[in-house]
Nanobody, 126 residues
Framework: QVQFVESGGGLVQPGGSLRLSCAASGVILDYYTIGWFRQPPGKDRDGISCITSKDGTTNYADSVKGRFTISRDNAKSTVYLQMNDLTPEDTATYYC???????????????????WGKGTLVTVSP
């Protein structure tokens, strides 16, 4: 059974950095496109970044472009999200999930497939 465990969240001051990890089990990560999603309090969950399974092509939502970097280590079955220059608007619960196809990722059409993990909470506050 596929399972994702997000970690690395916490409290950080504006302008700070945080690195999130997504550990996957039940899948051969090499074959899957992975996305990061976030859900601010009281708002919908939206995709913010993805990385393809083949050549590691990445995509980012405008809200995080230039500040966040997604990467993957297939040997460790882990996907990372390096977050820099954090702002209070980045406060959210962050999730990772497989994305249905590489084409969706390259087009910026984030379609996360369940099951969803518990996520990790990122709070950006003075």
């Amino acid at each position: 059974q596929v399972q994702f465990v997000e970690s690395g969240g916490g409290l950080v001051q504006p302008g700070g950095s945080l690195r999130l990890s997504c550990a996957a089990s039940g899948v051969i990560l090499d074959y899957y496109t992975i996305g990061w999603f976030r859900q601010p309090p009281g708002k919908d969950r939206d995709g913010i970044s993805c990385i393809t399974s083949k050549d590691g092509t990445t995509n980012y939502a405008d809200s995080v472009k230039g500040r966040f970097t997604i990467s993957r280590d297939n040997a460790k079955s882990t996907v990372y999200l390096q977050m820099n220059d954090l702002t209070p608007e980045d406060t959210a619960t962050y999730y990772c999930a497989t994305i249905y196809t590489e084409h969706l990722c390259t087009n910026g059409d984030y379609y996360g497939m369940g099951p969803w993990g518990k996520g990790t909470l990122v709070t950006v506050s003075p």
